[in-house]
Every structure is written in structure tokens, then in C-alpha cells.
């Protein structure tokens, strides 16, 4: 079997696992090999290798071993960018920052670029440790963004049933049909779900359109936020085809009162 080269990766740590006493399992998501899974030997004794910082969200620099075809990448060292720990200090953070790296874990390729996605990633991560933006508008950018790299960006310029653009459409409310991979209108679903204005949609089309610079420069409904995180929240689990458990988490948290 041919063994693969040592190389240097940044990665941000999506989970990970304790297998034996010592060693760590890692999922890492990085720009130029995707997803990875590292073993970290003596991860949780060895100071000098890994100095304590393989911490869930924190953004490494990862020194890795090559492997033999079969056989798990090991992990040589591993030194800290951004440790973003108000991310597991702060439970709303906390709630957020579970979810993106759930949605990346599950459905992230192994083995395969994704610098996009990684990009993505990190630029919500640091934005929400450092109150860039509040966290509803991240959550926003981050969910309409990567479905837009999975290829299954919601339609919201037009109805999915009758193809007219909703600004053609005077006054009437839209639902959401995630089946069909979008907005629908009044006409076409006379009872849907949840309801959303034409207004509102507007204002999801300009997140998805634009990154952070753009979204720091708006300000946005809360009819937008609300009506965006029920569709997102919908939409995706049902592309993804299976339940999402940290989306649990956040929304427990949102009909507590917790997350402003």
C-alpha cells in the first residue's frame, strides 16, 4: 500500500470522540481535503502536542501524518488560530455554532475541496464570537448560503407552482412547499403552513445574495428573521433526510426565552 505524504492543514474541529483512555477521534472540516477524520493519540495526556487546544469550533492548524490506504490519518500536532471560546461559554452561541457544524459534519464530503464551504464556516463562527452580527442573521446567512453550495438553495423570486415572480403577484402572502424547492403562492397552496410577505422575502433573496459586508450594512425585519428561521429550519432537515438533534437544542432554547 502506497502512504500518503505528511502535510499541514487549517481545520476547524467539528467533533469529536473519546476512544480508549487517551485517545481522541476528530472531525475536521478543512478547505483543500473537506472533511477529514484524525486520530489524535494520547490527545488528552499529551500537553506538548496538542497543548489543550482540540476544543469543539476552535480553528487549528493541524500537522498531520500520512496513512496507508484503510487506515485513519494520525495526528502529529496541532496549534491554535482562533480559540472562539465564547462560543462554548455562551448557551445561545453555543446553540448556533452546534448547529452549523451538525449541518457541515453530516453533510460535508470526506476527502473532497470544499473551500466555499469551509470559508462559509469560519465567517459565521468568527462573526458570532466577535457580535458582528446578530446571531438570527448568521444563522440566516450561514443556512440559505450552504444550501446554495449543496446545490438546493431554496426559489424565493418565484412561485414553484405557477412560475410567476412574486413581485408580479401583488399583495399575496407565500408559503413555503420544500418539496418542490421553494416559495409558494396563495393561488397555487390556498392553506400553507407558515406565510410569509412578499416584503420578507425580499429581504431572505438579499441574504442569500450577499455575504457579511453586505449584511452588516442592512437592517432587517422581524418578520423576516422569524418567517426565515421556520423556513430554513424546515427546509433543510428535509433535504438533509434526517432530524438535525442540536436544531432541537436551539429552538428549545427559542421557546424559552433564552436567545434574544
Known amino acids: 500500500m502506497n502512504a500518503e505524504a505528511d502535510f499541514n492543514t487549517p481545520g476547524i474541529l467539528l467533533r469529536r470522540v473519546e476512544y480508549g483512555d487517551n485517545d481522541l477521534i476528530l472531525n475536521v472540516i478543512t478547505p483543500d481535503r473537506g472533511k477529514m477524520v484524525l486520530m489524535a493519540k494520547a490527545a488528552k495526556r499529551s500537553r506538548r502536542r496538542f497543548g489543550g487546544v482540540l476544543d469543539l469550533f476552535a480553528i487549528l492548524d493541524l500537522s498531520c501524518r500520512g496513512s496507508r490506504r484503510g487506515r485513519m490519518t494520525l495526528l502529529a500536532e496541532a496549534s491554535l488560530c482562533e480559540s472562539l471560546n465564547s462560543l462554548r461559554t455562551e448557551v445561545a452561541k453555543t446553540a448556533y455554532a452546534s ?128 418567517a426565515g428561521e421556520e423556513m430554513m429550519e424546515s427546509f433543510i432537515p428535509f433535504h438533509l433526510g434526517r432530524e438535525v438533534r442540536s436544531l432541537k437544542f436551539l429552538r428549545h432554547l427559542r421557546e424559552s426565552g433564552a436567545l434574544a
Request: charge should be positive.
Open 99 to 226: 448547529y452549523w457544524v451538525e449541518l457541515v459534519h453530516f453533510w460535508g464530503e470526506e476527502g473532497q475541496p470544499q473551500p466555499d464551504l469551509y470559508a462559509l464556516l469560519y465567517d459565521v463562527l468568527m462573526a458570532l464570537d466577535r457580535d458582528r452580527l446578530p446571531a438570527r442573521v448568521l444563522s440566516l446567512l450561514f443556512q440559505l448560503h450552504f444550501m446554495n453550495l449543496a446545490g438546493l438553495g431554496p426559489r424565493l423570486s418565484a412561485c414553484v407552482g405557477c412560475r410567476c415572480p412574486i413581485g408580479g403577484l401583488g399583495d399575496l402572502q407565500f408559503g413555503l412547499d420544500a418539496a418542490r424547492g421553494g416559495v409558494i403562492c396563495q393561488r397555487c397552496d390556498p392553506k400553507p403552513r407558515l406565510t410569509v410577505s412578499r416584503g420578507a422575502l425580499k429581504e431572505l433573496a438579499w441574504i442569500a445574495a450577499g455575504g457579511l459586508a453586505r449584511a452588516q450594512r442592512m437592517r432587517f425585519s422581524s418578520e423576516a428573521l422569524c
